[in-house]
């Protein structure tokens, strides 16, 4: 596994100037993993870039200085040199490469242990390499080993369970109370970062009806327009995105529903269409291709919209309580169904009196963040379980890979025919005379030899000759051909 | 075959209690919360081999409260196997197997030295067979009623109390638990009816007269605890459909009702 390498940089040992310097978003990307295919130095590589790690995987040829290399290709991509202190870098060879891909697969290697996105992006990379024909015997073997590592985390431990942000906690929360939230109406109450953030949160799980109230029914009504139309959702931070990604709220849409706001009103946006045309829905919501529409109204009209809503989220920047006992209480008594309120706003924007009501399921910012601490320690405790798992399928992968070095190869090879030779000698050595059998013994001895000389010699010169998946490949194929793996 | 129902009485609690080790772990350690396990149909095989033993010997399938109550934990332990299966998720398996073990063990206490008088004479026959098998279904349903609806109410309880503790994440969202329950106590109500349906046909079918038989103290316990399971969940269809009754109050009946109808069918075999 010599040649085996991995050279980056990640959130732990570089600064983010450093990180964007270096980093490959998804345009870049394709042209540098179609400069490596171009390039004879490496004989497989792949490149995995997001906004908290760019990595280069690579089975090296003779003579080549990776990291020199690496940013050589980053220089030549991004059209120009990439000034990066070469101490931000880690370089892992062989088995330490191996663990190194198996932990980033993992997720114990992002900035949030146990964050979602990173296994896919992984797995993304790894098509791209497919795709330019980057990658060869050991790069796949070794990828999709890191694949069965990141799943087996996945569905072993709880280090990817329970969300680390505000707003996905929230999601959460409602997740306890609702099977589904297809069909499910949304009121978000005021405009501020983390409810948006939750919101989005709760319409990536199928909500499909949104109604946001703001004090300025212009800024509602640009919202509702961004949380339907608008940018995938950030999540906080949890996961790693690719590098470059834009956001922004499209103009145009917005102009449209601020020519609604102009007649006056509650103006009810008609703003169907690809709400999470790039946001999947969970599987199991059943909402899978839904569409989400919105409303705006002003904060006035909060108490005539609360019976339609399923979920509210509420944070504004009131210094008195929004959500009123008295305007509210007996609205909500009579309601069947119940109701998740999140309050986020400090000082709080809902009554506290509200949460007594049998069907409503009130929380602040205090319960999220005490949910998202109980979630991290949770992970952290984890953590032992996962490295556990990582060092066991290490221990495999590199079982594996030892058993096609050419040396091993060679004596199993040797004792499989001696033990052949041995069976026969006995089966059929009755039949011969003493000073026969001894004629034999030599016989035999000299014919084994004779026949492992040549493949011997083939094989020593593997190693010399031929690149590390050639020989891998030669190897397995041998020990397949004389059953050298089977138990004898 | 006498010793093997002897053995076989003892055997079952313990290897509910085994299997309720093996749930409570997966529970509390969060281990092999995916893992599909044969544990659970190997023990429902031995069970359900037990019952058949027994009726082979007795000549009647399971009638008298005491055989019920173990008639009712292998029917749970069945449904739950195959939920596991449907789901792929065996966390909440504990409280099913504490309720089954409980069960299993109250039916073994009460047929251990229990001296079996063939009395039954309405179960050795053909409509008695029949009027056995809605009512264990019936018991059944209600059972995982009364489990759900208890699930139901801590989980309630935890979210408005917002308390994230062992239950918070464990268990299925709390409308989906609610629905389970709802649903649990349909099927158990149309099994009791249908039970309950058949009732005066198996006292024609029997050697002596229905006055007889409604003498008998054990057969009329049966009676009245089928007739107040009936009116209990009656109630809550009623309320359900025609008063609205909110989920809480449904899971609040589901495990009251189970309840009642648990020490009338102890009380039953307690009887002479």
């Known amino acids: 596994m010599a040649e085996l390498v991995v050279i980056g940089l990640n959130h732990r040992t570089a600064p983010v100037e450093v990180r964007e ?84 697969a993992a997720s114990l290697d992002s900035q949030i242990v146990g964050e ?30 890191a694949f069965r590592v990141g799943k087996r985390v996945q569905t072993e431990t709880d280090l990817s369970r329970g969300p680390a942000g505000i707003a996905p906690a929230a999601a959460e929360l409602a997740g306890q109370i609702f099977e589904s939230l297809a069909g499910k109406t949304v009121l978000l109450v005021g405009a501020g970062r983390t409810a948006e953030a939750a919101a989005r949160a709760l319409l990536a799980r199928g909500a499909v009806r949104l109604i946001v109230a703001n004090r300025t029914l212009y800024r509602a009504q640009q919202l509702a327009y961004d949380l339907v139309h608008g940018p995938a959702p950030e999540d906080e931070g949890e996961n790693e995105e690719p590098p470059g990604i834009a956001r922004g709220a499209p103009a145009a ?16 946006a008609d703003l169907r269409g690809p709400a999470r045309s790039d946001r999947a829905s969970p599987a199991g919501t059943g909402a899978e291709g839904a569409t989400a529409a919105a409303e705006a109204i002003a904060l006035e009209d909060v108490p005539r919209a609360l019976p339609r809503a399923d ?95 050419v040396a091993p190869t060679i004596r199993l090879l040797n004792e499989f025919l001696q033990s052949l030779r041995q069976a026969h000698l006995e089966r059929y050595g009755r039949q011969f005379a003493d000073a026969d059998l001894e004629r034999l013994r030599r016989f035999t001895e000299t014919l084994c030899s004779r026949i492992l000389a040549r493949p011997t010699e083939f094989l020593r010169s593997l190693t010399q000759e031929g690149g590390t998946g050639e020989t891998l490949r030669t190897v397995q194929l041998v020990r397949r051909l004389f059953g050298l793996d089977e138990p004898r | 075959m006498a010793q093997a129902l002897v053995v076989g009485n003892w055997l079952l609690p313990l290897l509910y209690l085994a299997l309720l080790i093996d749930y409570g772990a997966t529970f509390f350690l969060r281990a092999r919360t995916h893992a599909r396990s044969p544990w659970l149909w190997l023990v429902a095989g031995v069970h359900a081999a037990v019952l058949a033993l027994r009726g082979i010997h007795y000549g009647h399938p399971p009638a008298h409260a005491q055989e019920v109550l173990s008639g009712v934990a292998l029917a749970m332990a069945a449904v739950y196997a195959a939920v596991e299966i449907a789901g792929r998720d065996r966390r909440s398996g504990v409280f099913v197997m504490l309720l089954v073990f409980l069960l299993q063990y109250t039916s073994s206490i009460l047929l251990a030295g229990w001296p079996h008088e063939v009395h039954a004479e309405a179960a050795a026959s053909a409509w008695g067979r029949l009027h056995v098998v809605p009512a264990l279904v019936a018991y059944t349903a209600f059972g995982f009623a009364c ?32 629905r389970m329950t709802w649903h649990a106590l349909v099927v158990g109500f149309v099994f009791m009816t249908l039970t309950i349906a ?4 198996v006292a024609a079918s029997g050697r002596e007269a229905a006055g007889h038989l409604a ?32 989920p809480q109050r449904i899971a609040a009946v589901a495990v009251a009702g189970y309840a009642v109808v648990v020490a009338l069918l102890v009380a039953s075999a307690l009887l002479p």
């Open chain 1, 21 to 104: 310097r270096v980093a490959l978003p998804p345009d870049l990307l394709a042209g540098a993993i179609q400069a490596v295919r171009a390039d004879p130095a490496l004989e497989e590589a792949l490149i995995l870039s997001t906004c908290n790690r760019t990595e280069l995987y690579a089975v090296l040829r003779a003579g080549c200085d990776p990291l020199e290399y690496f940013l050589a290709l980053v220089g030549r991509v991004k059209g120009a040199a990439v000034g990066a202190d070469r101490a931000c870098f880690y370089r892992h060879d062989g088995p330490a490469a191996a663990r190194h891909l198996f932990r980033v």
């Open chain 1, 116 to 145: 979602h996105q990173i296994l896919g992006q992984v797995k993304d990379a790894y098509r791209l390499a497919v795709a330019a024909r980057t990658t060869g015997f050991l790069l796949n073997k070794l990828m999709h080993w």
């Open chain 1, 253 to 268: 849409g917005g102009a449209a529903v601020a020519g609604g706001a102009a007649v006056g009103g509650p103006a009810a």
């Open chain 1, 311 to 405: 979920l509210v989220i509420s944070s504004t920047g009131s210094p008195e309580p929004v959500l009123t006992y008295d305007g509210l209480a007996d609205g909500l008594r009579r309601r069947e169904r119940p109701v998740f309120i999140v309050d986020i706003a400090v000082p709080r924007d809902v009554d506290e009196r509200l949460g007594g009501l049998e069907n409503v399921f009130l929380y602040n910012i205090d319960d999220l963040d005490r949910l998202v601490a109980r979630n991290l320690e949770r992970r952290r405790q984890e953590i032992p379980r996962a490295e556990a798992i990582v060092e066991d399928e290490l221990a495999r992968f590199a079982e594996w890979l030892a058993s096609l070095q």
């Open chain 2, 147 to 178: 489990v759900y609806g208890l699930l139901y109410l801590a989980a309630r309880r935890g979210l408005r109390h917002h308390r994230f503790g062992v239950l918070f994440d464990r268990l299925p969202p709390l409308d989906l638990l609610g």
């Open chain 2, 198 to 201: 058949t009732g005066p046909a």
């Open chain 2, 215 to 246: 003498s008998n103290p054990k057969v009329l316990m049966k009676m009245v605890t089928g007739g107040v399971a009936w009116v209990i969940y009656a109630a809550a269809m009623v309320g359900r459909l025609a008063a609205k009754w909110p």
